[in-house]
């Protein structure tokens, strides 16, 4: 993680804590690993997600890496040391780490499943299928790192990008809203945009952005959270925020 302190006085600061993606791609043929990790950079480049990759053909040396993955790409056959093996590695040093097993072979989905890999991609790789699949793993990454330290009347908490139910804009500063409390922040929403990178984050109108994730109800002009807050769906954004939402949910099945 990457902490920065991007907001700063005596009443409120804000500690961001940046999601880095750093990811081992281990394959005993070069042209898999080249393969997978342009799909990777292509996604970061796509997401302004800053990244490291770290890349063996000898598994040997993989599971002997000393840095801790939070995604890891893995061929299951390979010499000394299986996939399989490497994966269990991984998660003693990373218990959250995202695994896609690489393979040709059918026969050890089961092994796969039960050290819970996110997807099992078969050779020859289905690029917009591996690419479909780190999205996938950019949001559970985004729930599980991506958080603010935001600071109010003396008492600092950390707050979760997937606690935020949404943001808006009040007089000179927007307020960020969770479920128990919310909190002040001098940057605007477009700053905010930026930052809140899951796609469960969404501006339907130029005063807010909401947490899809806590809709109850959803009609053309209007979104209803748990909470029973109404937030409004302006006019002009009304035909890409109903093709967003159900996106939105089609990502969510």
Not at 6 to 13: H, K
Not at 64 to 86: C, K, Q, R
Not at 177 to 199: I, M
Not at 210 to 224: A, G, P, S, W
């Amino acid at each position: 993680m990457c902490y920065t302190i991007v907001q700063g006085n005596l009443n409120f600061f804000i500690l961001e804590v940046n999601m880095v993606i750093s990811a081992l791609i281990c394959d005993d043929e070069q042209k898999y690993i080249d393969e997978i990790k342009k799909c990777l950079c292509d996604y970061c480049y796509d997401h302004s997600i800053i990244y490291k990759v770290d890349t063996f053909t000898n598994s040997t040396s993989a599971i002997h890496s000393p840095n801790t993955y939070n995604i890891a790409f893995l061929d299951i056959e390979m010499d000394n040391v299986s996939g399989l093996d490497i994966a269990k590695s991984l998660k003693d040093k990373n218990k959250n780490v995202i695994v896609f097993f690489i393979t040709a072979y059918e026969k050890y989905i089961d092994d796969a499943m039960d050290l819970f890999a996110l997807r099992f991609i078969k050779k020859p790789i289905d690029n917009m299928r591996l690419y479909s699949g780190i999205d996938k793993a950019v949001d559970l990454i985004n729930e599980d790192e991506i958080s603010f330290f935001l600071k109010s009347s003396g008492t600092v908490i950390r707050v979760k990008a997937n606690e935020i139910m949404y943001i808006e804009i009040g007089d000179h500063k927007t307020i960020i809203y969770t479920e128990n409390n919310n909190y002040d922040s001098a940057e605007n929403l477009d700053y905010w945009e930026h930052k809140l990178t899951n796609v469960c984050f969404s501006r339907p109108h130029k005063s807010f952005i909401l947490n899809m994730d806590y809709v109850d109800k959803y009609q053309r002009n209007e979104v209803t959270l748990k909470n029973g807050r109404i937030i409004p769906v302006a006019y002009r954004n009304q035909k890409d925020f109903r093709k967003i939402f159900w996106d939105y949910l089609k990502r969510r099945k």
